[in-house]
């Protein structure tokens, strides 16, 4: 190490030196400024694809939340939609019932008219035969009663003898 000390010149060194300063000024001028400049548009790109990928993962996570709810108003909607119609479809069994229950009734009702109705003719026609035979019977009696004067005469003095004079 020593020799390399001793060795050391001042013109080797002045050389050197400006060469260094030439080529840092050669480099100054015409690399480091599109090595640089290619340095700071790689830096924006970089800053740019990430700002993008920043902007995208927002949006897909905004998107993502929306989907969420969309989903969660679908399934209120369909439940709803769901409830409405067992409302509506109990709602209509009910009438069904209810306007069964009516007519039912309402057949009930004409039918037990219809028997009575049937009834009362039955029985006013049984009436009408039942005095016409009585009819029927007391003329042929009284018509047999009333062949012999002498039963006629008996009869009147019977009736006679009953009614009492005031």
Same mark, same amino acid.
Do not use: Y
């Given at each position: 190490? $020593?020799?390399?000390?001793?060795? !050391?010149? %001042?013109?080797? =060194? !002045? ?8 080529? *840092? =000024?050669?480099?100054?001028? !015409? #690399? ?8 700071? $548009? ?6 740019? #694809? ?23 108003? #679908?399934? *209120? ?5 769901? &409830?409405? +119609? ?9 009438? +069904?019932?209810? @306007? ?8 009930? $009702? ?11 003719? #039955? ?5 009408? &035969?039942? @005095? @016409? ?12 009663? %009333?062949?012999?004067?002498?039963? &006629?005469?008996?009869? *009147? ?10």
């Amino acid at each position: 190490m $020593e020799a390399l000390i001793h060795d !050391f010149s %001042f013109g080797l =060194f !002045f050389w050197l030196l400006i060469v260094l300063v030439i080529v *840092v =000024f050669l480099l100054g001028k !015409f #690399a480091w400024k599109p090595i640089i400049s290619a340095l700071d $548009e790689r830096e924006q790109g970089i800053t740019d #694809a990430l700002a993008s990928a920043e902007k995208a993962k927002l949006e897909m996570a905004r998107l993502t939340n929306e989907n969420e709810q969309l989903l969660k108003d #679908a399934r *209120v909607e369909r439940d709803a939609i769901l &409830q409405e +119609a067992k409302i509506l479809k109990d709602k209509i069994v009910a009438e +069904a019932k209810e @306007s069964a229950q009516t007519e039912g009734a309402k057949l009930i $009702e004409n039918a037990k008219r219809e028997i009575e109705d049937q009834k009362l003719k #039955a029985l006013a026609e049984v009436k009408n &035969q039942v @005095s @016409s035979l009585s009819l029927d019977i007391a003329r042929k009696v009284l018509a047999k009663e %009333f062949e012999d004067q002498g039963k &006629q005469e008996a009869l *009147v003095s019977d009736l006679l003898k009953d009614v009492k004079l005031n």
